[in-house]
Each structure stands twice: as C-alpha cells, then as structure tokens.
C-alpha cells in the first residue's frame, strides 16, 4: 500500500482545510486509514482513523468536533475535513494504513510522507 496525502497549506486560525489521503490499490490488504500530525520537538500524535469496510471512526480528544475523517470509495481516498483550526493544529500531518483502528503510531504499517499545515494566530 503506497499513501499519498496532500492539501496542507498556511491557513489562519479559524479557517478550514481539508486533506486528502489516497491509496495506491483499490483492493486494501489494510482496513484502517488514518491521521497522525507531529509538530516540532512533539511525539505523533493520533487525529482520527476509520475502518475502510464497517466506516467505524476514532478521533484524537484534541481535534474531537473540529475535524472530520470520511472516506470515498471511488477515489480510494480518506479525507480530513478540519475546521476552526487553532495555532496549536500547526504540523505536519501524515496518513496512516493499518489492520485495526487504533491509537498508536506503532500500530500502522504503512505511511505517507506527510503534509504541512501551518496555522497563523
């Protein structure tokens, strides 16, 4: 499984973004894409995960009714809708594949070389 994420961007705080992660195959020997950001001198944290066949989603308590995990069939892509961003949301943000929707870097196989997101007070 290849990851290809994109739509980072400077942003000022309150606006919106959206990233996109796509697959390289339709068929996913993975069931879970997912989010992660590490910010300068920070651990990587998770931002939100869903299971590719049942649509369960997990967010990060930080970004819990701000951001949005959705995926598209079609595209074979997960998107991160992510909105009323906080300077505290800058990072780079990288797409995760894995078997289970869980917390934790170590559980992802798979990787994207991740995007950055930069958000202005």
């Known amino acids: 499984v290849q990851l290809q994420a994109s739509g980072g961007g400077l942003v000022q705080a309150g606006d919106s973004l959206r990233l996109s992660c796509i697959a390289s195959h339709g068929d996913f020997m993975v069931d879970v894409l997912g989010w992660f950001r590490q910010a300068p001198g920070k651990e990587r944290e998770f931002v939100a995960a869903?299971?590719?066949?049942?649509?369960?989603?997990d967010y990060g308590d930080s970004v819990k009714d701000r951001f949005t995990i959705s995926r598209d069939r079609a595209k074979n892509a997960v998107h991160l809708q992510m909105k009323r961003l906080k300077p505290e949301d800058t990072a780079v943000y990288y797409c995760?594949?894995?078997?289970?929707?869980?917390?934790?870097?170590?559980?992802?196989?798979?990787w994207g070389r991740g995007t950055q997101v930069t958000v202005s007070s």
């Open positions: 869903i299971s590719w066949s049942g649509g369960a989603k």
């Open positions: 995760a594949a894995g078997d289970y929707l869980r917390l934790q870097p170590s559980d992802y196989d798979y």
